[in-house]
């Protein structure tokens, strides 16, 4: 029996994650959801903001809102975990679930969105 390996990614995450795209705001400021899963996201629009100061910050904890694909509008309480600058992405962890929103997260991340196009 032969094993053959085809890829390896060193990533510290626990879930997985589907690419997505999903206008957003993150306190108010205009982001984009580039991959989502049910305890985390990443996505664009991280900035330099001045010589010192990059928005978000690390540990930064904010507001994410987004409507889903069905109209559901969702509010997410997440702490920001990661920030590459230099490719304008940063990362985040859920760290509350109101409502609606664990159900839209595992709608998104189970691809029922494709499904239910397909049905139709």
């Not at 959801?33 to 996201?41: A, C, E, P, R, T």
């Not at 990059?54 to 889903?68: H, K, M, S, V, Y």
């Not at 940063?90 to 709608?107: H, I, K, R, S, Y």
Request: avoid cysteine.
């Amino acid at each position: 029996m032969s094993t053959r390996i085809v890829g390896y990614t060193n990533e510290r995450r626990r879930d997985r994650r589907r690419e997505i795209l999903i206008e957003a705001t993150l306190n108010d400021e205009p982001v984009r959801i580039l991959d989502i899963g049910l305890s985390g996201f990443g996505a664009d629009g991280a900035k330099q903001v001045t010589k010192d100061t990059i928005w978000p910050e690390i540990d930064q904890l904010a507001e994410l809102r987004f409507t889903e694909y069905r109209g559901r509008d969702v509010l997410i309480l997440i702490n920001i975990t990661s920030i590459e600058i230099e490719e304008g992405r940063f990362g985040g962890e859920f760290t509350e679930l109101p409502g609606n929103a664990f159900d839209v997260l595992q709608d998104l991340v189970l691809q029922r969105d494709l499904r239910h196009a397909a049905a139709e």
